[in-house]
């Protein structure tokens, strides 16, 4: 989020920018506000750790969880009015905003407020969800039971933004009056090439094995096992018992980009989600593609809107194609910069956070010169 925000500074907005989760964040590209619930926002986490989310009292059949049901009535309660009030003060005070932009905040949290903040102050809002499809209804919310459109009203809104082609029917059947699609993308100053030795072989960096199982076995533990010969490495956590990849310890930001420059082939495994409903993009690729990195990935519906399969990245469809591709390309130092260098420059070419900034900007409209950000930063 913050790449996009500096990319729209650049552009010569001014933005205020307040976090709905967390404590604000200075910056020179934008002003800082306060979060006016970060005390609640602390304690609706820990709720949400201590009590099981699909625990349901006798009787109830809806499947919303206990925590769920803390979490909404202390939203309504608590969080909602007084982020009413926060956004009014924040109007009222600059004066001359032009729109107001909710970046990946659940909507539910917040009925009602666009359209009085429309009606007030004759403001636009838009919303922006960058966890589609996952964070859709069919798709039963998030693994923790964290459902964002349960009383949500998406017509308030001017627009929703969606980062996946395939999930905007959904937006529109529940309500949205517009819907676009805003994928992601990445800063490429921020993930410039680095030289350092290339040390491993085939790398893979994900949180959890959930929804993406079938291949982790198929692209990561499986080969590791036929091809000894080889260096296999990941980053991350819950990602189950394999003997022959080497877990690389956490490390900053800087040091998972050494990482990824480090392996002579980069893995995108995607979750179901993602993988299965058209055009679902994630950050991983954009940023594997700035750094220059040759990227082999599960089949991606859709992934052919960013990087033409074949030419800028490689789709493996089992475990024996991934294992014979790795081979190829672990001894072919020359197709791997090819690769690579491809995806780079159709990343500069259509998938910067600048490319993203200017829609959003003719999105909004060509006037807009200060809106405020309620962003999950």
Not at 105 to 120: A, D, S
Request: net charge neutral; with cysteine.
């Amino acid at each position: 989020m913050w790449q996009l925000l500096q990319a729209l500074a650049e552009q010569d907005i001014e933005l205020v920018v307040t976090p709905y989760f967390g404590a604000a964040i200075e910056s020179p590209w934008w002003t800082a506000a306060e979060n006016p619930t970060q005390l609640e926002g602390d304690i609706a986490a820990r709720l949400k750790d201590l009590v099981p989310s699909r625990l349901r009292p006798p009787g109830r059949s809806d499947g919303e969880g206990v925590s769920n049901r803390l979490t909404r009535s202390l939203v309504e309660r608590v969080t909602k009015p007084r982020w009413q009030r926060h956004l009014a003060h924040l109007i009222q005070t600059h004066g001359d905003f032009d729109a107001v932009l909710f970046a990946c905040v659940p909507p539910n949290h917040f009925t009602g407020i666009p359209r009085l903040i429309e009606r007030t102050y004759g403001l636009p809002s838009y919303f922006w969800d960058g966890d589609v499809p996952a964070s859709l209804p069919r798709f039963a919310g998030f693994r923790t039971g964290f459902r964002i459109y349960e009383g949500a009203d998406l017509s308030e809104f001017e627009a929703v933004l969606s980062n996946s082609k395939g999930g905007a029917d959904d937006l529109a059947g529940m309500g949205a009056r517009r819907v676009e699609v805003f994928y992601y993308a990445v800063d490429p100053r921020q993930f410039a090439q680095i030289d350092v030795e290339q040390d491993i072989d085939v790398f893979f960096y994900g949180l959890g094995r959930e929804y993406r199982e079938e291949w982790i076995d198929a692209m990561l533990d499986g080969p590791s096992r036929d091809l000894l010969d080889l260096s296999f490495a990941a980053r991350g956590s819950r990602l189950g018992n394999m003997p022959n990849v080497r877990l690389l310890p956490y490390a900053s930001f800087s040091k998972l980009k050494s990482y990824c420059r480090r392996s002579r082939v980069n893995l995108l495994i995607t979750r179901h989600a993602h993988a299965s409903v058209y055009a679902s993009s994630t950050a991983r690729p954009f940023e594997l593609a700035a750094l220059g990195c040759v990227m082999v990935s599960n089949p991606y519906a859709g992934v052919e809107e960013w990087f033409e399969p074949g030419h800028e990245i490689l789709i493996v469809h089992d475990r024996a194609e991934a294992v014979a591709v790795y081979r190829e390309l672990v001894a072919d130092g020359a197709l791997r910069c090819e690769f690579g260098q491809r995806a780079r420059s159709r990343l500069l070419a259509e998938h910067t956070y600048a490319h993203r900034a200017r829609q959003l900007l003719a999105l909004i409209g060509a006037n807009v010169r200060k809106p405020v950000w309620s962003a999950a930063l």
